[in-house]
T-cell receptor, first 112, second 116 residues
Framework: GENVEQHPSTLSVQEGDSAVIKCTYS??????FPWYKQELGKGPQLIID?????GEKKDQRIAVTLNKTAKHFSLHITETQPEDSAVYFC???????????FGSGTKLNVKP | EAGVAQSPRYKIIEKRQSVAFWCNPI?????LYWYQQILGQGPKLLIQ????????DSQLPKDRFSAERLKGVDSTLKIQPAKLEDSAVYLC??????????????FGSGTRLTVV
């Protein structure tokens, strides 16, 4: 099956700095890669996603890049704010996108 | 639009007891998923329903876990008997299909189970 690895496990940045979280996947057939933000006591919420026919996608301060050859994708958050503090999960999926394989999560702490 | 509803929010039981979790998906979502999220890990799919039929239950420990989705709407997940290693957050998610693609994949807030 698919194996998704995520790094780092914790990340601490100063407010206004950028944060980058990286994930690798093992199954070259995976073709959909969502990123989720999970706040304490809540379920994961989709923040951005990318399909395998695209190399980069941006939504305001958040961007995701995908390298299919190397089988890795990254989340970039610019101008970080304290409310960005949460646990972020990457995931990979294939076929009709139903079954997600999640990474182990990155706890992001944005210091004011 | 109302989100995915789950209850209870928290449950503490002793090992070997049984427990049940309930999920009400977003209206109109045909696909429903149960995930297990152990502390410090990403969610892991336990079972996936399409309407009231099981699509994937390959990761469900069937000797102790069971799930049903009667009438293709609400779902219950049961553990009997519970073990200490079942302590986790149980997340329910739902999605619909639009033009052959999964749409609106949404998670509930989860049920935190502690087995003592």
């Amino acid at each position: 099956g698919e194996n998704v690895e995520q790094h780092p496990s914790t990340l601490s940045v100063q407010e206004g700095d950028s944060a980058v979280i990286k994930c690798t996947y093992s199954d070259s057939a995976s073709n959909y890669f969502p990123w989720y933000k999970q706040e304490l006591g809540k379920g994961p919420q989709l923040i951005i996603d990318i399909r395998s026919n695209v190399g980069e996608k941006k939504d305001q301060r958040i961007a995701v890049t995908l390298n299919k050859t190397a089988k890795h994708f990254s989340l970039h958050i610019t101008e970080t704010q304290p409310e960005d503090s949460a646990v972020y999960f990457c995931a990979a999926s294939k076929y009709n996108f139903n079954k997600f394989y999640f990474g182990s999560g990155t706890k992001l702490n944005v210091k004011p | 639009e109302a989100g995915v509803a789950q209850s209870p929010r928290y449950k503490i039981i002793e090992k070997r007891q049984s427990v049940a979790f309930w999920c009400n998906p977003i209206s109109g979502h045909a696909t429903l998923y149960w995930y297990q999220q152990i502390l410090g890990q990403g969610p892991k799919l336990l079972i996936q329903f399409q309407n009231n039929g099981v699509v994937d239950d390959s990761q469900l420990p069937k000797d102790r876990f069971s799930a049903e989705r009667l009438k293709g709407v609400d779902s219950t997940l049961k553990i009997q008997p519970a073990k200490l290693e079942d302590s986790a957050v149980y997340l329910c998610a739902s999605s619909s299909q639009r033009q052959g693609r999964t749409d609106g994949y949404t998670f509930g807030s989860g049920t935190r189970l502690t087995v003592v």
